[in-house]
């Protein structure tokens, strides 16, 4: 398993952007597929992105597509995911989770998520 370390979240007006950063030390994140759960109070998490470790083809839920970016920098040994045109929403708290290294991954499933961040919660709201 790999140890995983989030930064970003927090509060941000209806329409406007942040990015959520997942990173970790002593292992390389290149080699891992990473996927971006959400979590809402009263509601499973479900998966919204996810980036592969091989060719980093990248996969979204219809409900983010074209609003959110998931992507790497692997000089920083971070995965990013970049949300704009924030939709006011009731407060969730997204995590960022790896699979096993080099796992064949497409759409985020949580059963495929082996090691997860603690989570940021982010409120959209005026």
């Known amino acids: 398993q790999v140890q995983l370390v989030e930064s970003g979240g927090g509060l941000v007006q209806p329409g406007g952007s942040l990015r959520l950063s997942c990173t970790t030390s002593?292992?390389?994140?290149?080699?891992?597929?990473i996927g971006w759960f959400r979590q809402a109070p009263g509601k499973e998490r479900e998966g919204v992105a996810a980036?592969?470790?091989?060719?980093?083809?990248?996969y979204y839920v219809e409900s983010v597509k074209g609003r959110f970016t998931i992507f790497r920098d692997n000089d920083k040994n971070t995965v990013y995911r970049d949300m704009t045109s924030l939709k006011p929403e009731a407060p969730a708290v997204y995590s960022c989770?790896?699979?096993?290294?080099?796992?064949?991954?497409?759409?985020?499933?949580?059963?495929?998520?082996?090691?997860w961040g603690q989570g940021h919660q982010v409120t959209v709201s005026s």
């Open positions: 989770a790896a699979a096993a290294p080099r796992a064949r991954i497409c759409l985020p499933r949580i059963p495929d998520y082996v090691s």
């Open positions: 002593g292992s390389t994140l290149a080699y891992y597929p």
């Open positions: 980036i592969s470790s091989s060719d980093g083809n990248t």
